[in-house]
């Protein structure tokens, strides 16, 4: 489906923006957005448009509502962050900040913009691999899962008119991975049976599919874009 407005959260990162590529590609009007100013740098190279607005608040919604003229095509709730400890040493602060981003904000905006999306819109919900549980992650483990509940329950309220899915990569090569300590990464990608660290393209791609007509019969459903990382043991 080309046209009508695509919308992608935490577009400054480094998923973020091979997203957005991707979806001006597919000939959508772009609407990326971030908390970070350099959403605005990535904009311009697209030639889309930014908005800097923090979703955890609801003067942030609101900004996308207002920035987000017309019908909405694609939503690609992509915004997130980790704050990873122990479960045991986790302060509550790092559970509710993490939930908050990933999972509150992502459900907050996406039931915001309900009357906007156009028929056949796509909700994309990114996910991880980590949704299946991963050590020193149980803040993050519970937003990404619950995304997949939020978005399962959606599709079956919204189908025909608007589909929602997630997607679930495994380690992508962005500043969020390159934050991790060397060695902790390197025994990671071990791990993955691709045998190497996905791409923000891989991810990307997956995306712009999921977005597509060619996914029109596809509706609650969760991608794992993760190298085969969660068939491994
Ligand atoms: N990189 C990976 O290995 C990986 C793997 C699986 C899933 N993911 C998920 O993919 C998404 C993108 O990850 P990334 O690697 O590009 O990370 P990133 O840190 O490069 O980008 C995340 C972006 O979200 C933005 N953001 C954070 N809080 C925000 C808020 N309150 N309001 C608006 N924007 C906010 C940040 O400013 C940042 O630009 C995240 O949801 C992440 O959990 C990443």
Wanted: hydrophobic letters at 50%; a neutral charge; proline letters at 4%.
């Amino acid at each position: 489906m080309a046209g009508g407005t695509a919308i992608v959260t935490g577009a400054a990162g480094g998923l973020g923006g091979a997203i957005g590529e991707r979806l001006a590609a597919a000939g959508h009007e772009l609407l990326l957005v971030d908390l970070d100013q350099a959403v605005e740098t990535v904009a311009a190279a697209a030639g889309a448009r930014s908005l800097v607005a923090d979703l955890t608040k609801a003067e942030g919604v609101e900004a996308v509502l207002a920035s987000a003229g017309g019908d909405v095509a694609v939503l690609v709730n992509n915004a997130g962050i980790t704050r990873d400890a122990r479960a045991t040493k986790m302060e509550e602060a790092a559970f509710a900040a993490v939930i908050e981003i990933n999972l509150v904000a992502a459900m907050r905006l996406t039931l915001a913009l309900e009357p906007r999306y156009r028929d056949g819109a796509a909700v994309i919900n990114m996910s991880s691999r980590a949704s299946l549980g991963n050590f020193g992650q149980a803040n993050y483990s519970a937003s990404k899962s619950g995304l997949v509940g939020f978005g399962r329950a959606l599709a079956q309220r919204w189908a025909p008119r608007v589909r929602v899915n997630a997607l679930a990569p495994s380690l992508v090569d962005t500043p969020m991975t390159q934050a991790m300590p060397p060695e902790v990464l390197e025994k990671m990608v071990a791990r993955i049976p691709a045998g190497r660290i996905g791409s923000p393209d891989d991810v990307a791609g997956t995306v712009a599919f999921l977005a597509s007509p060619e996914a029109a019969y596809i509706t609650g459903q969760v991608v794992f874009a993760c190298g085969g990382r969660s068939v491994a043991p």
